[in-house]
């Protein structure tokens, strides 16, 4: 069928004279008036579900068509629905970028703190190589004295990562296994 008439015979039905096509006579859709988009409004803000005996009272109050009052409120439900949406997206889009502005952060910080352990942990290996050896120059000489009682060991704590060195005069020395 032929695009062109099909159109032409829809709106020939929609725009029939009385009772031709359609059993109600067609009236024209009259613009609101601002007393009348008032009056709609505040009826939509005290319950903006629309009864049937609302909807005939609104209509004869307003001197509109039931039809139309029923497509008004319709419409003013939709735009409220997509007004929600739009509140909804714009909160939800603030909270993404203020997570997305904290989680790009935690990662700037997180890259610094690796390249400051890696930059403290070169520092520390030289340090711990002197430490050992002075720590294996004593043990050397307070084995040739056996009056000394020695309790200096090396001690596995619980994480085998890393060991504690025990000695008296010295304390308690903590480092990572990887380093001996």
Not at 17 to 24: A, F, K, L, R, V
Request: a positive charge.
């Amino acid at each position: 069928m032929d695009p062109k008439h099909d159109q032409e015979s829809r709106s020939r039905s929609r725009s029939a004279p009385t009772g031709e096509i359609d059993s109600q006579p067609s009236e024209k859709k009259r613009r609101l008036t601002i007393e009348q988009v008032n009056l709609l409004e505040k009826s939509f803000e005290e319950e903006n579900k629309l009864e049937p005996e609302r909807k005939t009272e609104l209509a004869k109050k307003l001197g509109l068509p039931q039809r139309q009052v029923a497509v008004w409120f319709q419409n003013r439900k939709a735009r409220c629905k997509i007004q929600q949406i739009e509140r909804d997206y714009d909160v939800l889009k603030a909270c993404y970028d203020s997570l997305l502005a904290k989680h790009e952060s935690v990662i700037s910080e997180n890259e610094k703190l690796k390249s400051k352990v890696l930059t403290l942990t070169e520092m520390l290996l030289p340090a711990t190589h002197q430490t050992q050896r002075n720590l294996q120059g004593k043990l050397n000489s307070k084995g040739d004295n056996e009056t000394t009682s020695s309790s200096t060991a090396l001690v596995p704590l619980a994480n085998n990562h890393y060991f504690t060195n025990v000695d008296e005069s010295f304390g308690w020395w903590v480092w990572p296994s990887n380093l001996m």
